[in-house]
């Protein structure tokens, strides 16, 4: 049982290590915590930018209204350590995003993970490629 | 030997650097930021007087929720209040954020640029300077190294005036003046004034590690001294490191609140 706790505390401090550069710019406040939505939408522009990078795509709500959706992700230099590019979408792409959207109800969120017209999975959390690896080779003496 | 295998193993040597170089990758975005990372083997000894080289501090360079201060002077405290962050204790709501940094493309200013968004930066010795390169907005600063003496009165600039010397063979120290007082601290938004003094001490702990402690000194905002950057660990990259492009430009942060601040 101890272990057990140990465990989770452990998984817990890496998930806060991994969390943390992925809001560099901004925390919490505007978003809704205890929320997670999950939309089948076409992309119409993906903004590759500082502070955030950013998705827009249109989904229906459940009043079958289309809806033009702005989700963020974090900076290029962190979301490329992730596996993300300036080429990962384009317009007319299909989509489905797990966002987590904003208090008052605008179209306006940030992604959780996005899967792909071929099926891939981009994601948000966890620790980025390479972390835990083995290190980056040193600087040769000279 | 045969002429001809002398031939062969000239051309290979000539032109082995040019294959290689073929390969070489742009554009890197620095170490992982989950953890620095430990050494993958023992490190040699810190060459003496030298910390010239790509450094990176992975997330640890990032301090996205502000550093922990010395308690603020009235003057302090009312400066801080009219700073709305992004995180840390004045974190507000997207669209009340008035970070000079991320919503109106100001330089991020110094010492900002250590305590919040210390990406990889590069340092560069010459005979009288120290040259600090950085990733993050692809600014750089000057630390003289020739003796000459901070200014006095100065005019406030958005990265200050620096003056460095060697304490012993691998502990390097600057000290700094003369900021610009509409910059932030950091990503908490912590204010400082013009008044201020930092110092930076740069520890080359070996030939891979080099150690920051930031210590903040402005009387005017702060009631003591404190330490904002505690031996922060940074990891040498590889000499032929192409660093990315980490820009926040005006119009994009424009693009981003435009579609954010709802």
Not at chain 1, 130 to 136: D, E, L, N, V, Y
Not at chain 2, 165 to 172: I, N, Q, R
Request: with cysteine.
């Amino acid at each position: 049982m101890k272990n057990m706790c140990f465990g989770i505390f452990l998984v817990a401090v890496g998930v806060l290590a991994v969390s943390v550069p992925l809001v560099a710019h901004h925390g919490n406040a505007s978003f809704d915590t205890t929320k997670e939505l999950k939309l089948k939408g076409t992309v119409t522009e993906w903004i590759w930018a500082n502070p955030h990078c950013f998705l827009k795509f249109d989904a229906k709500d459940d009043t079958d209204t289309v809806r033009n959706w702005a989700v963020e992700v974090s900076n290029p230099t962190d979301m490329s350590k992730r596996g993300w590019a300036r080429t990962s979408f384009k317009a007319g792409d299909e989509v489905t995003v797990t966002l987590q959207p904003v208090k008052g109800g605008a179209p306006v969120g940030r992604i959780r993970s996005v899967v792909l017209p071929n099926g891939q999975t981009l994601g948000t959390g966890g620790p980025p490629p390479g972390a835990g690896a083995p290190a980056a080779p040193v600087q040769p003496a000279r | 030997m045969p002429k001809r295998l002398i031939v062969a193993i000239v051309a290979v040597l000539t032109l082995a650097p040019a294959i290689r170089g073929q390969n070489l990758p742009w554009n890197n975005s620095g170490l992982a930021q989950s953890s620095n990372q430990p050494q993958s083997a023992p490190a040699g000894p810190a060459p003496r007087r030298d910390l010239s080289g790509i450094w990176d501090a992975g997330g640890g360079g990032i301090g996205a929720r502000g550093a922990t201060p010395a308690p603020l002077t009235p003057w302090g405290e009312a400066l801080g209040k009219t700073h709305k962050s992004g995180d840390g204790a004045r974190m507000a709501p997207i669209a009340e954020i008035n970070d000079p940094l991320s919503t109106m493309g100001d330089p991020e200013g110094f010492p900002r640029n250590l305590l919040f968004e210390l990406r990889p930066f590069q340092i560069v010795q010459t005979p009288n300077q120290i040259l600090m390169l950085y990733m993050f907005e692809k600014r750089w600063r000057v630390v003289w190294t020739d003796g000459r003496e901070l200014p006095k009165d100065p005019d406030p600039r958005w990265y200050g005036y620096s003056v460095g010397k060697w304490e012993d063979d691998s502990t390097f120290v600057v000290q700094s003046n003369g900021t610009d007082e509409r910059t932030w601290l950091d990503n908490a938004g912590n204010p400082h004034s013009t008044e201020m003094r930092v110092e930076e001490r740069y520890h080359r702990v070996n030939q891979n590690t080099l150690e920051l402690t930031v210590t903040i000194d402005d009387p005017k905002a702060y009631t003591k001294p404190w330490v904002a950057r505690n031996k922060l660990a940074m990891r040498l990259m590889p000499h032929d490191t192409d660093l990315m492009e980490m820009i926040p430009s005006a119009s994009e942060a424009l693009e981003y609140k435009k579609a954010f601040a709802k």
